[in-house]
Antibody, heavy 120, light 108 residues
Framework: EVQLVESGGGLFKPGGSLRLSCAAS????????MNWVRQTPGKGLQWVSF????????DSAGSVRGRFTISRDNAKNSLYLQMNNLRAEDTAVYYC?????????????WGQGTPVTVSS | EIVLTQSPGTLSLSPGERATLSCRAS???????LAWYQQKAGQAPRLLIY???RRATGIPDRFSGSGSGTDFTLTISRLEPEDFAVYYC?????????FGQGTKVEIK
C-alpha cells in the first residue's frame, strides 16, 4: 500500500524558512517522479514543484520559483521542499504526491498533507 | 498557462441519478493528459481518471471520462452515497500543471 507522510508544517513568519519532508513507503520510491501540491480554501489546488525519479530534472510553479526547492533522497525514500522567503500567500495545506512513473507528470497518490501558516 | 474552468460549481442530485461534470480548458490539452480527482472533506484527493478516459486502479465503472482538445466531461452513471464529494480536473501535459476550481456534488 502506497503511503506518503508529510511533516514539517506549522506557523512561520513572513520572510522565514522551513523544510517540509515526506516519508514514502509501499512502492519503489526511486522509480517514480514526485510532486508537491498545495491547497487553500480560496485558490483551490495549486501544483508547486516536480522532480524526476533520479532528481536530474526539476520544475516549479512561477509563484515559488527562486524561493522553493524540491529535492529527494532515494536512499532514504524521502522527498523534501525547502521553502525560503515565505509570504502570507504561501499559507496552505501542502501535499506530497507520487507520480505515475519514472518520467510521468501524472499524480496518482497523495499524502494527507501538512498545514503551513505564514503570519506575523 | 492552461486555465481549467469547471461547471457547474455545485451539482445537487439524489442517489441513483446521473452526474455530468464539465471541464473546459483555455487551450488544447497536450496529448490528452487530463485527469479527474475526487476529494472528500478532510481527505486528500484520489485519482479517478487519467488520460481523459482511463480509470485508475480500483475505480468503479460507474465513473467515466470523455472529451478531447479543450472540452472534457466526467460522468457518474448512478450516484452512490459515497460519491458525494468535490471533483477536480487537472491537466498535466505541460508546465505549469493546473487544476480546475472544483465541482461539488451534493445530496439534493
Amino acid at each position: 500500500e502506497v503511503q506518503l507522510v508529510e511533516s514539517g508544517g506549522g506557523l512561520f513568519k513572513p520572510g522565514g524558512s522551513l523544510r517540509l519532508s515526506c516519508a514514502a513507503s509501499g512502492f519503489n520510491f526511486s522509480a517514480y517522479t514526485m510532486n508537491w501540491v498545495r491547497q487553500t480554501p480560496g485558490k483551490g489546488l495549486q501544483w508547486v514543484s516536480f522532480i524526476t525519479s533520479s532528481g536530474n530534472y526539476i520544475d516549479s510553479a512561477g509563484s515559488v520559483r527562486g524561493r522553493f526547492t524540491i529535492s529527494r533522497d532515494n536512499a532514504k525514500n524521502s522527498l523534501y521542499l525547502q521553502m525560503n522567503n515565505l509570504r502570507a500567500e504561501d499559507t496552505a495545506v501542502y501535499y506530497c504526491a507520487k507520480g505515475g512513473g519514472s518520467n510521468s507528470w501524472l499524480i496518482d497518490y497523495w499524502g494527507q498533507g501538512t498545514p503551513v501558516t505564514v503570519s506575523s | 498557462e492552461i486555465v481549467l474552468t469547471q461547471s457547474p460549481g455545485t451539482l445537487s442530485l439524489s442517489p441513483g441519478e446521473r452526474a455530468t461534470l464539465s471541464c473546459r480548458a483555455s487551450q488544447s490539452v497536450t496529448s490528452s493528459y487530463l485527469a479527474w480527482y475526487q476529494q472528500k472533506a478532510g481527505q486528500a484527493p484520489r485519482l479517478l481518471i487519467y488520460e481523459v478516459s482511463r480509470r485508475a486502479t480500483g475505480i468503479p465503472d460507474r465513473f467515466s471520462g470523455s472529451g478531447s482538445g479543450t472540452d472534457f466531461t466526467l460522468t457518474i452513471s448512478r450516484l452512490e452515497p459515497e460519491d458525494f464529494a468535490v471533483y477536480y480536473c487537472h491537466h498535466y501535459g505541460s508546465s505549469p500543471r493546473t487544476f480546475g476550481q472544483g465541482t461539488k456534488v451534493e445530496i439534493k
